[in-house]
């Protein structure tokens, strides 16, 4: 008596074989790097964003100052860049006296704070205006929490009750009631409406 083996052709058999050669080939192709991994997981983990955000500095319980702004990214780097947040989508700041009373407001198209020492620096259609009414425009200008200063290096415009002066660089206390402009370029008096 002969024995005979038939071979059937198992259309299933052939495919996982397959599936399982590709798998092999595709794990061995897929080999990672660690390094980048890293520092893409650090590049992701470092970076905080807010929408509808609020920041509040107080001292005695009383508000000193203010920001609100509808996007904040804050980037968590370490020395030599130091950890700061950015307002891409614009911000306003109000600046409160000791009693706690409202004093100057800023708005800007866009900012950035420096976490370690505060210091804000706004860009774009920046526009301050005191308790008085007195309006101050530029494109660009630095607030200095430390020495409680604020600063524009490039051409500013300054609105009072009866003239509006013009002028390059710029340096006033935090809540824009003294301020001293370095070039004045141009002085138009305006007349009194309500007169």
């Not at 996982?16 to 893409?40: G, H, Q, Y």
């Not at 964003?49 to 500095?57: A, D, P, Q």
Request: overall charge negative.
């Amino acid at each position: 008596m002969q024995t005979h083996f038939i071979h059937t052709h198992n259309p299933f058999s052939i495919a996982w074989k397959r599936i399982v050669l590709f798998s092999f080939i595709l794990l061995a192709a897929c080999t990672n790097d660690l390094k980048k991994v890293k520092e893409i997981s650090t590049e992701f983990l470092s970076v905080e964003r807010g929408k509808e955000v609020e920041i509040l500095f107080t001292e005695d319980g009383l508000p000193t100052i203010r920001i609100i702004a509808p996007t904040a990214v804050r980037y968590n780097t370490e020395p030599p860049d130091l950890p700061y947040t950015v307002f891409p989508d614009g911000l306003k700041l109000y600046v409160y006296n000791e009693d706690g009373d409202l004093d100057s407001e800023l708005s800007a198209n866009e900012g950035k704070m420096t976490d370690n020492s505060d210091d804000l620096e706004v860009n774009g259609d920046v526009v301050i205006i005191n308790e008085k009414g007195e309006q101050l425009n530029t494109e660009n200008l630095t607030w200095n929490k430390g020495d409680k200063k604020i600063r524009s290096e490039g051409f500013v415009k300054i609105f009072t009750n009866d003239e509006i002066i013009y002028g390059s660089g710029f340096e006033a206390d935090e809540n824009f009631t003294n301020y001293l402009i370095y070039n004045i370029t141009g002085i138009v008096k305006v007349k009194d409406e309500s007169l």
